[in-house]
């Protein structure tokens, strides 16, 4: 079974740019995650979405960041325009519809310069 | 925000060694689990106890829940290199999928 995908790997870029992540996550899994993880901390939620719908995105900068699953299986995850302290890994992770578990893909390193 | 606390921030054990570190949580909660993940890479799932069980084994893995506390603990028996990497504890409500993780323990098993 594959993984959860993401790319690319790593990035870097100058603040005020943009720049955006992708992920596909595991084939049939319903649900999909996006977190930001900075260095020294655990992961922190940004949005979650059901399908292609939107459950939670209570963290999310909306002013900067933005994100879309259009057919209910990839997505992207923009930022726009970047700043020094969104440098971080953004963690991809998905699980199937009603799951406990989150399989996580490898991550985008993103440094912001 | 982070859930959870964990302590030690970090560890340093020998091979062959036990490895034990503690999560504290603030909220009720319906489960919690603890992740690895190694330097570079994303997070694995180790281990869910639910929150009507106070502990629950997997292999090497030891995981205690104590509600009243707000506080589980991992314990890594018999620990080897491949096990350095750092530990994270997350915890889910009741009805909600989103997970909120602590801020993790650095792990180093030297040889």
């Known amino acids: 079974e594959a993984g959860v995908a993401q790319s690319p790997r790593y990035k870097i870029i100058e603040k005020r740019q943009s720049v955006a992540f992708w992920c596909n996550p595991i084939?049939?899994?319903?649900?999909l995650y996006w977190y930001q993880q900075i260095l020294g901390q655990g992961p922190k939620l940004l949005i979650q979405?059901?399908?292609?719908?939107?459950?939670?995105d209570s963290q999310l900068p909306k002013d900067r960041f933005s994100a879309e699953r259009l057919k209910g299986v990839d997505s992207t995850l923009k930022i726009q325009p970047a700043k020094l302290e969104d440098s971080a890994v953004y963690l991809c992770a998905s699980s199937p519809a009603g799951g406990n578990i989150q399989y996580f893909g490898a991550g985008t390193r993103l440094s912001v310069l | 925000s982070q859930q959870g606390e964990e302590d030690p921030q970090a560890l340093s054990i020998q091979e062959g060694e036990n490895a034990t570190m503690n999560c504290s949580y603030k909220?009720?909660?319906?489960?919690l689990q603890w992740y690895r993940q190694n330097s570079g890479r994303g997070l694995v799932h180790l281990i869910l106890?639910?929150?009507?069980?106070r502990e629950k084994h997997s292999g090497r893995l030891r995981v205690t829940l104590d509600t009243s506390k707000k506080s589980s603990s991992l314990l890594i028996t018999a620990s080897r290199a491949a096990d350095t990497a750092s530990y994270f504890c997350a915890t889910d409500a009741y009805l909600a999928s989103k997970l909120t993780f602590g801020t993790g323990t650095r792990l180093q098993v030297t040889l």
């Open positions: 084939s049939g899994h319903a649900t």
């Open positions: 106890i639910r929150s009507n069980e």
């Open positions: 909220t009720s909660i319906n489960n």
């Open positions: 979405f059901q399908n292609n719908g939107v459950v939670d």
